[in-house]
């Protein structure tokens, strides 16, 4: 069955670095463009980044523009997200989300927390 697990949240302090993971399952990864969102407490989600099947293109929310980076490994099916420079207002849970032409899959999320 198709999967999307996500890995590598925790708790950093304002300005740290966190390497997040998703790792994807159960469908042909190579052919999906593929987003991280995330949730904070009380607030919809949103779309933070974006990466198309092959890689050459990406797309980033202000709020994150020169801080974070999205990467994908079609070999490895797994899509990366590095977040640089974190503050608190980042804290929230991030979800991977696989987008097709007729489906769409999500993660559970691994939450991220920046605090001193």
């Known amino acids: 069955q ?4 996500e890995s590598g949240g925790g708790v950093v302090q304002p300005g740290g670095s966190l390497r ?3 790792a994807a399952s159960g469908f042909t990864f190579s052919r999906y463009l593929m987003n991280w969102y995330r949730q904070a407490p009380g607030k919809v989600r949103e779309l933070v980044t974006s990466i198309t099947s092959n890689g050459g293109s990406t797309n980033y929310a202000d709020f ?3 801080r974070f980076i ?3 490994d079609n070999a490895k099916n797994t899509l990366y997200l590095q977040m640089n420079s974190l503050k608190p207002e980042d ?3 991030y ?5 097709g ?3 769409d899959y999500w993660g559970q999320g691994t ?4 605090s001193s």
Request: glycine share 4%; hydrophobic share 45%; aromatic share 0%.
């Open 95 to 99: 979800s991977c989300n696989a987008r």
């Open 101 to 103: 032409i007729r489906d």
């Open 70 to 72: 999205i990467s994908r």
């Open 64 to 66: 994150v523009k020169g």
């Open 111 to 114: 939450q991220v927390t920046v």
């Open 20 to 22: 997040l993971s998703c």
């Open 91 to 93: 804290t929230a849970v």
């Open 2 to 5: 198709v999967q999307l697990v």
